[in-house]
């Protein structure tokens, strides 16, 4: 059993989040199954495995997974609990709000969903990383949120060597400064 | 003055939470540099930037996956007792019931192009020559979503046009959760509206129970504005 845990873990950190879909189909239908017992809403079970995938993978790409440990199922399944457990607490609250004011509730929600991450000066990096090549972009998805070292990066984009990305990182960021520069 | 090689090693390496005591204390000193400060929110600002847009890649795959589970089937054997052909009956009717599904699914965009209109500005419309800065209903009318998404909301007439804003921008699931709310308000101007686009919403998303449901009561209802479109989408929904 560790040995697969492992084999996933590497095939995570290799191939990125694809290498997530035998296990993704494996074990959502139990997942959605299990979670009946907290809400009978098959929307917020769905969103709820999909937040626990993401917070796994995540997880795998942070070096805190430890196959020896636990199972992928097991994190995944905890992971979902504690999501959703905790969004039906917060949902519950506004709804007592809702009949207060639904403006205000949808104004929370729409803030939640939008803002929750990002305020006005990442939304503007974010747009402006957006603009940049596509090679400059998955330089720094792989760099930022795949948390891949500068020799991982050589191999999966195939540079020469480790100063020619470094090179490159430098260039990708010069670029995204100058494109918020001429936004300001 | 751009900072050195080292400082910004230093500030990739915080970012991984990769620093030794002593670089951290390090870092610590070097922040009061504003210069330095500077850079090391910027770096923290693209970690966070990217890590919200490969999230959404990520469950874009996911909702993807969701359309594309396999179908298992159980082979019958020469020795079948009568439960088991009736096993292989329901799988039969199962199968074809799911390749339905998938005309229905692979017909679903065409007909959503066909139905689907951005809404029109019934409140604020621009008019000729108008140089005032734009409302968020007329952010909408001139197609700008995002802006539309980032203003605050005043009123439920705001939050329905960032519904829609929404779902132009291809955040179904939010846009359908705003207007659900909105389908059910019978005080609300615009309900009419909210279930239309809620249907094509579920339309798009391939979810044809919900969709046809919504559709059905449209339908029904000889007062709602959007009658007849929902009438003729259901005629050719069926037919598929």
């Known amino acids: 059993m560790t040995n697969e845990n492992l084999k996933l873990l590497e095939s995570i950190l290799q191939e990125g989040h694809q290498a997530l879909k035998p296990l993704y189909q494996e074990i959502k239908p139990a997942f959605l199954k299990y979670m009946q017992r907290y809400t009978p809403d098959p929307d917020i079970r769905l969103d709820a495995f999909h937040e626990a995938m993401l917070a796994f993978y995540e997880y795998c790409l942070a070096g805190k997974y430890n196959p020896d440990r636990s199972a992928p199922k097991t994190m995944v399944f905890m992971m979902g609990r504690a999501y959703l457990i905790n969004r039906l607490k917060l949902e519950q609250r506004n709804l007592y709000q809702e009949t207060e004011t639904i403006d205000s509730y949808i104004k929370y929600r729409v803030t939640q969903q939008y803002h929750s991450s990002l305020s006005e000066s990442e939304i503007l990096v974010r747009d402006a990383i957006l603009k940049l090549g596509d090679k400059c972009r998955l330089l720094l ?6 948390n891949y070292s500068i020799e991982a990066i050589m191999e999966n984009m195939k540079y020469k060597n480790e100063n020619v990305v470094s090179s490159h ?6 670029q995204l400064k100058e494109i918020l520069q001429a936004k300001s | 003055m751009a900072l050195s090689v080292q400082d910004i090693r230093l500030i990739e390496k915080h970012l991984k939470d990769e620093l030794s005591p002593e670089e951290q204390i390090t870092l610590e000193d070097k922040k009061k540099d504003p210069e330095f400060e500077a850079e090391l929110n910027l770096y923290l600002t693209i970690q966070k930037s990217t890590t919200n847009f490969s999230r959404l890649d990520v469950k874009k795959d996911f909702k993807a996956w969701d359309q594309d589970e396999p179908i298992r089937l159980n082979p019958l054997k020469s020795s079948t007792t009568w439960w ?3 096993a292989g009956l329901v799988i039969l009717v199962g ?7 998938f005309a229905f699914n692979s017909a679903a965009p065409d007909l959503y192009t066909q139905y689907y209109e951005p809404y029109p500005n019934l409140l604020d419309p621009i008019e000729k020559g108008e140089s005032t800065s734009p409302s968020l209903t007329q952010l909408y009318e001139l197609e700008n979503y995002e802006a539309v998404i980032s203003l605050p909301m005043t009123t439920a007439v705001d939050s329905f046009y960032v519904a829609l804003s929404f779902m132009e921008l291809g955040n179904q699931e939010f846009a359908t959760e705003l207007l659900q709310i909105f389908s059910r ?7 009419d509206a909210a279930q239309w686009y809620l249907a094509l919403n579920f339309l798009r998303e391939g979810q044809t129970t919900l969709c046809k449901q919504f559709l059905m009561e449209i339908s029904i209802n000889e007062n ?11 005629g050719k929904i069926g037919s598929n």
């Open chain 1, 141 to 146: 998805q792989l760099f930022f949120y795949r």
């Open chain 1, 169 to 174: 990182k430098s260039r990708c960021i010069k």
């Open chain 2, 84 to 86: 088991k052909i009736a």
């Open chain 2, 95 to 101: 199968i074809v019931g799911l390749l339905n599904k």
């Open chain 2, 185 to 191: 308000r019978e005080d609300f101007r615009f309900k």
């Open chain 2, 224 to 234: 709602h504005d959007f009658r007849n479109p929902a009438a003729e989408l259901l």
